[in-house]
């Protein structure tokens, strides 16, 4: 039995939704691209501005010294959160997206927002195909410019940040490619896909620097206390970066949490 398996009753709490389907992604940023030629407004920010600048900040703040390192954000939408990292610094950033919409709608903002194109690195690769950490430790190892390669021996990342793409990944329904319409998905809801929760897990931990790597993880479905059940025999716990809180029925809870994990070495 795997551990997602030892632990679906507590983590069986979503239903299967659009959210964790490729079809609603593709529609979603083929519309976004269309705002941004209209108005130049790159659009979404995932769970708001000021959860992505603490993101930022502690970014800067922890790793000052390591800004040239590389960085991947996994399901990266519309870069929005590379741009930022961008400003504050870093110069070696990779975005992934498995929608060749959100990754045309990232380039197309690139040209507008970055002055050496060197520095950011758009390409579609989805997280859950097997092949997914060769094709993007080998994407790395191409696209690192003389000055990096000689500073990097490996070519696995130093960061990997995750903002909302788990998230969208854990209402993911099983047989996908099979639902044709909405009343599909709402006969098939219970039929979450957790082995997808796995793969993803596999892929961070296949992608990461062993010694130094870092993957920073934020969702709004998950609580700091769950994401490290999930992550466990891939990662452990190293830090969190705060976000605010709300107070209701003398209950504190947190809307997202952004958790920092180191990969276990497994094997
Ligand atoms: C909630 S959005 C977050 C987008 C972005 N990280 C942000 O903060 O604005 C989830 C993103 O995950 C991407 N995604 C979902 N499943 C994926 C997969 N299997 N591989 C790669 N990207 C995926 C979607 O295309 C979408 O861009």
Redesign the pocket.
């Known amino acids: 039995m795997d551990s997602n398996e030892s632990n679906k009753d507590d983590l069986d709490q979503f239903d299967a939704s659009v ?2 389907t ?1 079809k609603y ?1 593709d529609e979603f ?1 083929d519309q976004e691209i269309d705002n941004y030629e209209d108005s130049k407004d790159p659009g ?4 708001g501005d000021m959860v ?1 600048s603490s993101v930022v900040k502690w970014m800067e703040k922890t790793f000052r010294e390591r800004i040239e390192e590389p960085l991947i ?6 870069g ?2 590379l741009f930022e990292l961008y400003e504050s610094g870093f110069r070696n950033l990779i975005g ?4 060749e919409c ?1 990754i045309n709608l990232a380039k197309k903002i690139s040209v507008d927002q970055v002055s050496n194109p060197d520095d950011i690195n758009f390409v579609a ?4 195909d097997p092949a997914c950490s060769d094709f993007l430790c080998s994407f790395l190892e191409k696209k690192q410019s003389p000055v990096f390669k000689e500073s990097i021996k490996c070519h696995k990342y130093s960061f990997v940040l ?4 788990f ?3 854990s209402l ?1 329904p099983k047989g996908e490619e099979s639902l044709t319409n909405s009343s599909d998905l709402e006969e098939r809801k219970k039929d979450i896909d957790y082995e997808a929760r796995s793969k ?1 897990a596999q892929t961070i931990h296949a992608l990461l620097n062993s010694e130094k790597g870092v993957f920073v993880i934020t969702s709004c479905n998950w609580t700091e206390n769950e994401l490290v059940d999930i992550f466990l025999p891939w990662f452990e716990k190293i830090g969190i970066i705060g976000h605010k809180t709300f107070t209701f029925g003398g209950v504190t809870g947190q809307v997202v949490s952004t958790v920092v994990f180191r990969p276990v070495n497994k094997c």
């Open positions: 959210l964790g490729k992604w940023y979404e920010i995932w769970f992505e954000d996994i399901g990266c939408g519309n929005h959160l992934t997206d498995y929608s959100a690769s989805d997280v859950l995750d903002k909302g793409t998230d969208a990944i993911k993803y």
